[in-house]
């Protein structure tokens, strides 16, 4: 959103014009000028994710060898549009970090 309103203040701020895709912006919408978001994508069947899981962690279906070096891939969800991952943002967990900073 915060793009966005830059276009919408015509700061003059220079983007490459390939970016903004990344994060679910179409680049055609924004400029020469912006033109106006459709409606946000409806929750339909959708739920609220809580955070809690009911599998148990056991060796059974978590088998990796602690003797062979760990390999994370981290695979990127596709972004879609903008409305798309608006939905998903709202849908997300919270993980607020104020709550729990001891300072």
Same mark, same amino acid.
């Given at each position: ?42 929750v339909g069947s959708s739920v609220i994710p809580t955070g809690q899981t009911s =599998?148990?962690?056991?060796? $059974?279906?978590?088998? *990796? %060898?602690? /003797? ?22 709202? =849908?997300?967990?919270?993980? $607020?970090?104020?709550? *729990? %900073?001891? /300072?």
């Open positions: 959103w915060m793009i966005l309103e830059c276009f919408k203040a015509e700061t003059g701020i220079l983007f490459d014009s390939e970016r903004p895709t990344l994060i679910g912006l179409d680049p055609a919408t924004l400029y020469p000028s912006v033109i106006p978001r459709p409606p946000a994508v409806s =599998l148990a962690i056991t060796k $059974d279906n978590f088998p *990796i %060898s602690m /003797s062979s070096p760990l390999k994370a891939s981290i695979e990127e969800p596709p972004i879609g549009t903008e409305e798309e991952e608006e939905l998903r943002d709202a =849908l997300s967990l919270i993980y $607020d970090q104020h709550n *729990i %900073s001891k /300072s």
